[in-house]
């Protein structure tokens, strides 16, 4: 089987307006001192054979892209920082997660290609 190269999109949008403007400001703050902005969205991306292919801290709202070579089975967990929430009580944060993959392939040959979301 030919490897055919595929774009993994991924976005989490944080559609709670205060949240998501508390989160800008703590890196805004972070960025300030000199310290990388860590704040927003912890995304991990798993192949079929749960091997991790992205581990890391991404900003809300943006879409980030994966190039991968196979067709198959990916799993995107999704964590909020722990800015995200307001202490000393649970709190419920409004979100989006978009995952989509864009295909480079013959038209002559089939590729099947599923995903699977955990929030």
Sequence with gaps: MTRV???LEMEVQILDK???QKIVKVNDSLREQGKPATQGVR???L???EKQLF???V???IQYE???TNAGVYKMCVQLTKMSFNEGYASKIKTKVK???EFHRSKSKCYPFLFYVMV
Aim: charged share 25%; proline share 8%; no cysteine.
């Design 5 to 7: 190269p595929q774009t």
């Design 66 to 68: 994966y190039e991968a």
């Design 18 to 20: 205060d949240v998501l």
């Design 59 to 61: 900003h809300p709202n």
């Design 99 to 101: 995952f989509s993959a």
């Design 47 to 49: 192949d079929e054979n």
């Design 55 to 57: 581990f890391g801290d």
């Design 43 to 45: 995304l991990k991306l």
